[in-house]
C-alpha cells in the first residue's frame, strides 16, 4: 500500500511549474493531515468552516487554509481571521460579507469565484453572465478587503475525457477573457479546477491550483 507521503510525491512529479497541489482533507482527522504535513504539502482545502476552524487551532500555523465548500454567510466570521483563499464565491452577498469580515480582522482575503461548468444540476456556482455582473458592478470598488483573485470550477462527473477537457477548456477561456478586467479588486491569478479523476486533463488546460482528496487519502 502506497503511503499518504508516496500519494503526494506521485502528484507532485506530474505537476507542471505554474500548478500547485492543495491536498482536500475534508473529514479526515488531524492525524492524518499531519502525515501530509510531515511529507512536506502545507496547503489544505476543506469544505465545512467549523471543521477547517478546529483543524487551524490544532495545527502548525504554517498551513495554508483553503474554503472549498459551499459557504454560509453566517459562517464567514470564523475562518475570516486565517482563511488563505476562498475557492467557492457564488454570489454578490457572500463576497460582502467577507468583506465586511476581512475589514474586521484587518486583512483583504483573496476569493475566487466558482463557475458552474457542468452538465449536471447539483453543482453550485455562477454563469459566466453572473460571474461578469459581479466583476463589473460598480459596487465592487467599495469592497477594499476582498480580491477577486481568479475561477473556481468542477467539470462533470463522467468518465468522457472529451466532456471534461472542453468544460476545463472552457473555464480557461472565461479566465483569459476576464483578465481584461483587471483593477483594484479584479485580478485574475488562480484557476482552480481539477480533483482525484481529473486533475491531469485540468493542468493541461491550465489549472495553477488543482484540489485533491482520495488521490492522497483514499476514499472518504
Ligand atoms: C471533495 C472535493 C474535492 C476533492 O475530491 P477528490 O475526488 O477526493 O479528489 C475537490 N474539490 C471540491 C470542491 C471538493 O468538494
Known sequence: MPTIADNI???????KQETRLIAVTKTKPEE????????????????KVQEMTAKYEALPKDIEWH????????????????????????SFKLLKEINKEAAKNDRIIP?????FIAQEETKFGLSEEEA?????SPELSDLQNIRIAGLMGMASNTEDEQVVRAEFK????LF????????????????????SADYTIAMEEGSTLIRVGSSIFGSR
Do not use: W
Request: charged share 20%; aromatic share 8%.
Open 9 to 15: 510525491a506521485q502528484i507532485e512529479k506530474g505537476l
Open 32 to 47: 492524518v493531515l499531519m502525515e501530509a504535513y510531515n511529507a512536506g504539502c502545507k496547503r489544505f482545502g476543506e469544505n
Open 67 to 90: 474554503m472549498i465548500g459551499h459557504l454560509q454567510t453566517n459562517k464567514v466570521k470564523y475562518m475570516a481571521p486565517y482563511v488563505t483563499l476562498v475557492h467557492s464565491v457564488d
Open 111 to 115: 476569493c475566487l469565484l466558482q463557475i
Open 132 to 136: 461578469r455582473e459581479i466583476i463589473t
Open 170 to 173: 472552457g473555464l480557461k477561456t
Open 176 to 195: 483569459e477573457s476576464f483578465k481584461s478586467y483587471q483593477n483594484e479588486q479584479v485580478s485574475m491569478q488562480e484557476l482552480s479546477m481539477g480533483m
